[in-house]
């Protein structure tokens, strides 16, 4: 059995892990007040718009932050299922499906497909996408891709080499 989870943070961990997505909520919301002080909602409607912009960037900044913090994953790799349980998902906290449907195993680092930054996933057979662990940065989202890669692979030969096994020892003793 292998396991893995995201590391527990207090929220003021995650905000300072998450300092660039703080600060682009800053500056949204910064922008915005400038341009609520300024005069400038008053002088034009088309001032709206920058606003509403401004406020949306904020506000989606800070929900990355909560989000990062309120939806941590625990993976585990047992006898060729792999189960992933996410404790704050309102429909199916635990997915489990087997190892052998695991099309790959990818990571947001360079990916266009993910929608949030250094997020592990999988591709199954059937067309789903899962996504879950959260790393704070390249190196470590790297290092959790080789380890998820490793840990399918052993599961799939352990899964080929196990009917095997069973045969053998199922032998009479003597036999070929």
């Known amino acids: 059995?292998?396991?893995?989870?995201?590391?527990?943070?207090?929220?003021?961990?995650?905000?300072?892990?998450m300092w660039?997505?703080?600060?682009?909520?800053?500056?949204?919301?910064?922008?915005?007040?400038?341009?609520?002080?300024?005069?400038l909602l008053e002088a034009d409607v088309a001032f709206y718009i920058p606003w509403v912009l401004c406020v949306?960037?904020?506000?989606?900044?800070?929900?990355?932050?909560?989000?990062?913090w309120w939806t941590?994953?625990?993976?585990?790799?047992?006898?060729?299922?792999?189960?992933?349980?996410?404790?704050?998902r309102r429909r199916e906290p635990r997915r489990e499906f087997k190892v052998s449907d695991v099309m790959s195993v990818q990571t947001s680092v360079g990916n266009k497909s993910f929608h949030s930054l250094f997020t592990h996933g999988v591709w199954l057979r059937d067309g789903?996408?899962?996504?879950?662990?959260?790393?704070?940065?390249?190196?470590?989202?790297?290092?959790v891709l080789?380890?998820?890669?490793?840990?399918?692979?052993?599961?799939?030969?352990?899964?080929?080499?196990?009917p095997q096994t069973v045969r053998s020892l199922n032998r009479p003793i003597g036999s070929q």
Not at 2 to 14: A, I, M, N, P, V
Not at 20 to 39: D, L, N, T
Not at 128 to 143: G, N, T, Y
């Open 56 to 68: 949306g960037w904020g506000c989606l900044g800070v929900f990355l932050v909560l989000v990062r």
């Open 20 to 39: 660039v997505s703080v600060a682009a909520a800053e500056i949204g919301f910064g922008s915005a007040y400038v341009i609520h002080k300024g005069g």
């Open 128 to 143: 789903r996408q899962i996504s879950f662990l959260r790393a704070r940065d390249v190196p470590e989202a790297k290092w």
């Open 1 to 17: 059995m292998l396991e893995f989870r995201d590391k527990d943070l207090s929220l003021w961990e995650t905000v300072l892990d």
């Open 72 to 88: 941590p994953s625990f993976v585990r790799f047992d006898g060729g299922i792999v189960s992933i349980y996410q404790p704050h």
């Open 146 to 162: 080789n380890l998820l890669r490793e840990a399918v692979a052993e599961q799939r030969r352990l899964l080929y080499l196990h």
